[in-house]
């Protein structure tokens, strides 16, 4: 028979086992609940946000909470782009660009500068100048301007943006009529000059695909040849359920990492919805006629089709990990999925679910999922 000293041991060693576990099962719940993305994947990668307007001006103290919380990197959706900036030709608009830059820093965040050249989104002025001369000195002036008034506080800056076609060559764009291949060159090399110290990139969509892939490493091969500073290249992951694959993202991310530059994806979102099947990457300039096959989920998304967008989140996450020493950041396109340009795109009215938060800022199963692979 057990004696009173045996029975209180083990008593008391019953009453330790229990707080021990208790604890440590506290601890695990702490854990889970106070872990972010940036924490998550902070000696990895960068993980962004691209944010508008309202969210720059912080009016809503929730999302400013999450963007503060969740992630180490920011991108402007559209501030910076040439009609906002740069309306008419003597004129400048800093203000939210300004307040853009100053929330990013008051964070301690990758500010990234999106973007100094584009065909789309200019000001109207731009389209209207055919002399060489003008266009070179207002290039200058837009890029001198701009990215001199953020030395220090831009880190990475977009360069160019979607310069090329499908199949590789360069997009017929204002600057190619006018000023012809040599616009790339410059571009860059008056950025690198207004600030030595900011990483320099080139941004665009379906980077995945075989020939525009070639036309991408081409370009950056001519660049770093014309002694052109380029750090790395934005693959745009404006993906879907089904596509590109998992080997089409892997190669692309080998190929321009073997021109010994980083790769960041931009402008991540995963559509559910079905779309027109002539549709072209992400040019923005692509509209369609609605219907209801066309918008399946205008009241939620299934748990099934939820499921499916963890998976193919958490299978495109282990990728990036995979090639952690190739990646420099992952930026997503907007913060939640009511703030996602993909609800009017390519179809205007459409309710999509892309992102890793919902329209109430909350995190989806697609989050639990990337979160957990770091745990």
């Known amino acids: 028979m057990m004696n009173k000293i045996a029975k209180l041991s083990l008593i ?9 576990c208790n604890e440590n099962k506290a601890k695990q719940e702490t854990t889970k609940e106070t872990t972010t993305l940036k924490d998550a994947f902070k000696d990895n990668f960068q993980i962004g946000v691209a944010i508008n307007q309202h969210q720059i001006n912080e009016s809503d103290t929730t999302s400013a909470k999450l963007i503060a919380n969740e992630f180490s990197s920011l991108s402007p959706e559209n501030n910076l782009k040439w009609m906002y900036i740069h309306p008419q030709p003597d004129v400048f608009n800093f203000e939210q660009p300004d307040k853009y830059v100053a929330l990013g820093n008051k964070h301690n965040m990758q500010v990234v500068g999106h973007t100094l050249v584009w ?5 109207e002025w731009v389209n209207q100048i055919k002399d060489s001369t003008e266009m070179i000195a207002h290039l200058e002036n837009h890029i001198n301007t701009i990215v001199s008034r953020y030395k220090g506080k831009i880190d990475d800056w977009d360069v160019v943006n979607e310069a090329l076609n ?8 204002i600057f190619l009529e006018i000023l012809g291949e040599g616009y790339l060159e410059r571009a ?4 690198a000059k207004a600030d030595p110290d900011a990483a320099l990139a080139y941004n665009d969509y ?13 370009l950056v091969k001519q660049l770093q040849a014309a002694g052109a500073k380029i750090d790395g290249i934005g693959m745009q992951g404006h993906w879907s359920l089904n596509g590109p ?3 089409e993202i892997e190669e692309s991310i080998i190929a321009y990492s073997e021109l010994g530059i980083k790769v960041m994806i931009t402008e991540l979102d995963i559509t559910v919805l079905p ?24 009241e939620g998304l299934p748990d099934s089709v939820q499921v499916q967008l963890a998976e193919r989140y958490e299978e495109i996450f282990k990728l990036f990990l995979k090639h952690e020493d190739k990646i420099d950041r992952v930026t997503f396109w907007g913060l939640n999925d009511g703030n996602s340009w993909l609800n009017n795109w390519p179809i205007d009215g459409r309710t999509n679910y892309p992102l890793l938060f919902d329209r109430n800022q909350n995190a989806k199963m697609a989050y639990d999922r990337i979160v957990a692979l770091k745990k």
């Open 188 to 191: 860059y090399k008056l950025a």
């Open 245 to 247: 694959s998992i080997e």
């Open 206 to 218: 379906n980077l995945t695909k075989p020939e525009k892939r070639e036309g991408a490493i081409r």
């Open 119 to 123: 065909h789309s989104q200019l000001g």
């Open 166 to 173: 499908e199949d590789g060559t360069l997009r017929e764009s």
């Open 275 to 298: 779309n027109p099947w002539d549709l072209e990457g992400a040019e923005v300039s692509q509209n369609f006629e609605g219907s209801e096959k066309m918008n399946p989920y205008p």
């Open 12 to 20: 008391t060693f019953s009453v330790c086992c229990f707080l021990s």
